[in-house]
């Protein structure tokens, strides 16, 4: 069955950093072709690319995810009945939210020993919470917003519980929860502890990133002074040491353009393509993982780079990175620097990696690369500017999508 893959490669050099650290503060490693690698997770990068969208998408595109779900869907109860009261709101919000997600909504226990401020608080003053992690889009909590007070009878706590006993009222319940996903939910999936049937298939795949080439970590120890310190006082107001290390990271992620359609549905709007979801969704996706950076000590840093090369492809068969080409790590140049030798090892690996395998019959590929180290890419794909590469890239996506080829 032809396929609609969308393949990441990115190589991006990052100066002394500590992007995504481990539980001891130290910057996440693994090994890989025998050597120590610098390594950011996935689930950072991820991260970082959700940030992201909050600049190239419009917020009722995105979701929230949080355990906070009940004071978030009793915000938007409020907007459609200012006459509530919070706590009126939140009641039936957290009723609203076991209905549909069948998941326990319950004001969390709390360690008051030792606090004066909550020892002996009424338990009821705090918000019911879930357990665990909850994604929902806007949408979802717009429709759920309604069907609560459509149940409650003008904020009747009694009424709702009465009104979602109804089969066919919590089956609207369930179903209001598993529409009009948002892009980043269909793009990062969504798992439902409780309720298997909500979950939302990750239509991406990100690869934790890792150096091309061996990498070490250093420490660096610092000093802060006291500014009314007088010069008799000698010494310093605190001192500490901070770990970092610097790499030429190699960054992948696939995107199945097919699943991710299917998560967002095609056009709500009847003079929308029903491409059109999954073309903005694509885009959004690409320009916010490529320039998107883990923002870890960034302060302490101020390690703002983007990537020198990005090669993009369009698949019909299946996803495919390139690490294999850095299985041996890539030696510094003669005068430093290991940009230019990764891009003559990918250079010389795609194409003999492609031609072995037959992977190359009704394929696109683009090439956005800064600086003369990455010259030796430009055979690998059509030469764009970031902006080109989302608007032909989205173009190519609602061809084929349209085409069903």
């Not at 693994?30 to 969208?53: L, M, P």
Request: charged residues 25%.
């Amino acid at each position: 069955m032809t396929r609609t893959i969308l393949d990441i490669h990115i190589l991006q050099t990052v100066p002394p950093s500590n992007l995504n650290r481990d539980d001891t503060g130290t910057p996440k490693s693994a090994t890989y072709g025998g050597v120590r690698r610098a390594r950011v997770s996935s689930q950072a990068w991820k991260r970082a690319t959700r940030e992201a969208f909050r600049e190239l998408l419009p917020a009722s595109e995105l979701g929230v995810r949080t355990k906070k779900v009940a004071e978030a869907l009793a915000e938007r109860i409020i907007k459609l009945d200012e006459s509530l009261t919070t706590s009126a709101a939140v009641e039936l919000a957290a009723e609203t939210m076991r209905a549909a997600m069948g998941s326990k909504i319950e004001v969390p226990k709390r360690k008051s020993k030792g606090d004066p401020e909550r020892e002996g608080a009424p338990e009821s003053e705090a918000a019911p919470e879930a357990a665990y992690l909850m994604f929902l889009s806007r949408g979802q909590l717009d429709v759920l917003a309604a069907l609560a007070l459509e149940g409650s009878s003008g904020g009747e706590i009694k009424a709702l519980k009465d009104f979602l006993k109804i089969k066919e009222n919590k089956v609207r319940a369930r179903q209001a929860a598993d529409t009009r996903h948002s892009v980043d939910i269909a793009l990062f999936g969504r798992m439902v502890a409780d309720s298997p049937d909500l979950n939302v298939e990750a239509a991406t795949q990100v690869a934790h990133a890792i150096s091309v080439h061996m990498s070490e970590i250093e420490s660096d120890y610092y000093t802060a002074v006291d500014d009314r310190n007088t010069d008799a006082e000698s010494g310093a107001g605190m001192i500490g040491s901070i770990d970092f290390n610097s790499a030429t990271l190699y960054r992948y992620a696939a995107v199945d353009v097919d699943e991710l359609h299917r998560n967002l549905g095609a056009g709500m709007n009847k003079d929308q393509s029903p491409t059109t979801p999954a073309q903005k969704a694509v885009g959004a996706f690409l320009e916010g993982f490529i320039t998107s950076l883990p923002t870890g000590k960034i302060n302490s840093f101020g390690n703002h780079t983007l990537p020198a090369a990005v090669i993009v492809k369009l698949r019909s068969r299946r996803p495919i990175s390139f690490v294999g080409a850095f299985e041996e790590p890539v030696a510094a140049g003669e005068a430093g620097g290991f940009m230019r030798r990764s891009c003559e090892r990918l250079a010389r690996y795609v194409p003999d990696l492609e031609r072995q395998y037959g992977v190359t019959t009704g394929e696109q590929s683009w090439v956005v690369r800064v600086g003369e180290e990455t010259k030796s890419l430009e055979e690998l794909g059509a030469e764009v500017t970031l902006a080109e590469l989302v608007k032909d890239v989205a173009a190519a996506v609602a061809e084929r999508l349209g085409s069903g080829t």
